[in-house]
């Protein structure tokens, strides 16, 4: 039975972990969803194959583009989609026609937006209201690089204590689930604590109800990747090697 968003808030009830990868291609999605992962993100870090540095370049379009392919291969999975920098910041009719359009286009189940400070607490309220299902995402918001950098927050009083407001602002307004990404370990418990929604961590320890990887991270395929990303494989490495005997074959004959 396909996972639904009730499910995955009962897993929360039932502490049963929520495991969360990226993919940006039906090949990758199509194993992630066979291999039991319970929620796809079509995640705007998909600025890397691209080869941009970071995710603001990314356009909605883009992101559409590969959602499509990922949709194909989801069968079982909770599939959700980032809604790129610049395409829901504007105003609630903005993130209502970018969300809208995603959903409408991609066949995806929800998406998620950045941020939990007073608009974007109204803009996501509004969307619900919509009945477009929304994912939170707080503490390092990627899409803010330029102002806070990718530095862990949540470091000082002042900022511990916004994160936590923010985090019940966010189930307020009717998200289903956010992320947390890249604060202390006790503040994210104390979130996970507080809210009834699950709550999926990224370097934000392991008291969260779920993880989140970026997949080309645990398979190490990234050019580089945060400090808290757990690299399981190498594949930059076999895939390196694979070429290179392939290219000896061929050049000594053999093939
Ligand atoms: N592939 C990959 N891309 C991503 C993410 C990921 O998960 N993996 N997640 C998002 C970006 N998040 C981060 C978070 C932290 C860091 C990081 O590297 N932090 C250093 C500091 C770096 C700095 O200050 O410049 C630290 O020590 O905290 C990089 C990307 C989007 N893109
Ligand atoms: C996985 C996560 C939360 C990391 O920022 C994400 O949003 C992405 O991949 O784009
Ligand atoms: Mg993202």
């Not at 995402?137 to 511990?160: A, D, F, M, W, Y």
């Not at 694979?242 to 000896?248: I, N, P, T, Y």
Request: glycine share 8%.
């Amino acid at each position: 039975m396909a996972i639904t968003i009730q499910k995955l808030i009962q897993y929360k009830q039932q502490q049963r972990p929520i495991v969360v990868l990226t993919a940006w291609d039906y090949l990758i999605a199509q194993l992630l969803d066979d291999s039991g992962v319970d929620l796809i993100l079509v995640g705007d870090s998909m600025a890397a194959v691209w080869g941009y540095q970071n995710t603001l370049p990314i356009s909605l379009e883009e992101m559409i583009y590969h959602a499509k392919a990922v949709r194909r291969g989801v069968k079982q999975a909770l599939m959700v989609v980032d809604l790129p920098f610049m395409t829901y910041q504007e105003s609630v009719t903005q993130a209502m026609r970018s969300a809208g359009k995603v959903l409408k286009e991609t066949g995806a189940t929800a998406v998620k937006l950045e941020g939990g400070y007073p608009q974007m607490i109204d803009t996501i309220s509004r969307l619900v209201q919509a009945g477009i299902p929304v994912m939170g995402h707080v503490g390092l918001t990627p899409q803010s690089v330029n102002q806070i950098g990718l530095r862990q927050q949540g470091k000082t009083e002042e900022s511990r204590d916004r994160i936590l407001q923010e985090a019940i602002a966010l189930e307020q307004a009717g998200v289903f689930s956010m992320i947390l990404e890249h604060i202390p370990a006790d503040l994210a418990f104390k979130i996970t604590q507080k809210v009834s929604v699950p709550t999926i961590g990224i370097g934000a320890g392991s008291h969260c109800d779920g993880q989140v990887l970026v997949t080309s991270d645990l398979l190490g395929l990234s050019e580089k990747q945060p400090p808290f990303a757990k690299v399981y494989t190498n594949l930059r490495e076999t895939i390196t090697q694979a070429v290179g005997e392939f290219s000896k074959e061929v050049r000594e004959g053999k093939f």
